[in-house]
């Protein structure tokens, strides 16, 4: 599921557009950090356009998915000059079509913000995830308690979320990944892209 899942021609260039721009200022560099090094089955969710296939490496084998068909078009066609071998479908992530423990590392980026229920979105992660198996994502999520930038993300988040198809500037998705189960070993903040929609975090956990 993308940040922009209307379906529409229109969202998706801007979408494509926007994000190799933000590529070009530091996004490419947690791209790979994201997913150079992982092996085995890789379930990445809301593929969007694909621009995550670059950074993977031979020794994978990646089932991507988003829930907009559109999307994936533009993915299709980026998959085909990946290093990994990459396969492609359309899915929601909160009823994925993979089986119970049959991922080595699922992999989510800047999806977590627009799905509209985050807990059933990582119960799916959870159960398709082998124990011991990677959970990596990147998200921008809300601002820390008092800041400006926080007021800012709460009082506009409503606005923000029509226009956008969906995107929430506010949500504690960290706080999601935890009461949903899961051992985060690591965190990295990250102040990528124009506030409001940051702070971002790259998380790493397993269960």
């Known amino acids: 599921m993308s940040t922009f899942p209307k379906h529409s021609p229109l969202r998706v260039r801007f979408f494509d557009r926007m994000m190799r721009v933000f590529d070009r200022k530091g996004f490419a560099d947690w791209r790979e950090r994201l997913v150079g090094d992982l092996r085995g089955v890789v379930v ?4 969007g356009t694909g621009l995550n296939f670059a950074h993977y490496r031979p020794g994978a084998h990646v089932l991507a998915s988003d829930r907009d068909p559109l999307m994936l078009t533009r993915a299709v066609l980026r998959a085909r000059e990946a290093p990994a071998t990459i396969s492609i479908s359309v899915a929601d992530v909160m009823l994925l079509p993979f089986a119970d423990d049959s991922a080595d590392a699922i992999v989510i980026a800047l999806m977590l913000c627009s799905v509209p229920d985050q807990r059933r979105a990582l119960s799916e992660v959870r159960r398709v995830l082998r124990p011991g198996g990677h959970f990596r994502c990147v ?38 990944i935890v009461e949903a189960g899961f051992e985060v070993r690591s965190v990295t903040k990250l102040r990528l892209g124009l506030p409001p929609t940051a702070p971002h975090i790259l998380v790493e956990a397993m269960i």
């Open 44 to 47: 990445e969710l809301g593929t």
């Open 139 to 176: 998200e921008h999520v809300r601002d820390e308690e008092g800041s400006r930038n926080a007021r800012f993300q709460d009082r506009w988040n409503p606005l923000y979320t029509r226009v956008s198809g969906g995107c929430n500037w506010n949500r504690r998705t960290l706080d999601s």
